[in-house]
């Protein structure tokens, strides 16, 4: 119950924002509760709130988080209603800061992907690839990748294809890409649990993005560096 007073926004000088929170033990002696013994009732003022409640609120994710350790929810049901509308349609799922779409060339693998803007953020994560394997895949002369939390991924459409072979380090590495066009999604090392590389040129507006740095430097094409100067004028 202390979720009401205790959940602020912003988290630390703000105020309470949830409007109400009832909850009791269910008492009804019909047999419609499906074994659900207690409900309860939480009321936000916007989808807005609800939506920071639900994917942000850190007094929140840490109190699901221990409910789920302890095992003390054995079933759950979870509705979503808005007082009086009868014909809705479902609302979206909110989204953690820095979300970006992304999709394949055919458009049937699209994914989502949650990371910093490179440099505006300050962020050192969006990583130029000059190995020799990125070339063999790619057909290009390096690849733009970043490096991010395995659950900020998500496939929201398609079911991308697998192809593995041995990495530097000597363990596989997983390269994830879309089986009707073949446009390469993103990569998981077994040398780097709980990561994916993403292959950022597929994001929404990754164009304009300025690069950090890059590895293999030594495998750098050499007219690569400068096409300025590499292109006849
Ligand atoms: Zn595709
Ligand atoms: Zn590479």
Redesign the pocket.
């Known amino acids: 119950m202390a979720l009401r007073t205790r959940c602020l926004k912003p988290p630390v000088t703000g105020n309470p924002y949830m409007l109400s929170l009832r909850a009791g033990q269910n008492r009804s002696w019909e047999s419609f509760d499906k074994g659900m013994t207690h409900g309860f009732i939480l009321e936000f003022a916007s989808q807005e709130d609800l939506d920071y409640y639900l994917a942000e609120d850190p007094v929140h994710l840490e109190f699901s988080r221990r409910v789920g350790a302890q095992g003390l929810v054995e079933d759950s049901v979870v509705i979503d209603i808005k007082d009086g509308q009868l014909m809705l349609g479902p609302a979206d799922m909110p989204q953690k800061p820095g979300t970006r779409q992304g ?7 699209r994914f989502t992907a949650v990371l910093p803007l490179p440099r505006s953020s300050g962020a050192t994560g969006h990583i130029l690839c000059h190995c020799r394997t990125c070339r063999l895949l790619s057909g290009a002369p390096y690849t733009c990748n970043q490096i991010i939390a395995k659950e900020d991924l998500k496939i929201v459409e ?1 079911s991308p294809s697998r192809y593995t072979y041995t990495g530097a380090s000597g363990k596989p590495v997983d390269c994830y890409f ?6 390469h999604v993103y990569r998981e090392q077994a040398a780097m649990p709980g990561k994916v590389i993403v292959r950022t040129l597929l994001l929404q507006d990754s164009e304009g993005w300025g690069v950090d740095g890059e590895m293999f430097r030594e495998g750098r094409l050499e007219w690569a560096g400068d096409l300025e100067r590499s292109l006849p004028s």
Request: aromatic fraction near 0%; hydrophobic fraction near 0%.
């Open positions: 999709q394949c060339h055919c458009g049937k693998t398609g879309c089986s009707h066009c073949t446009s």
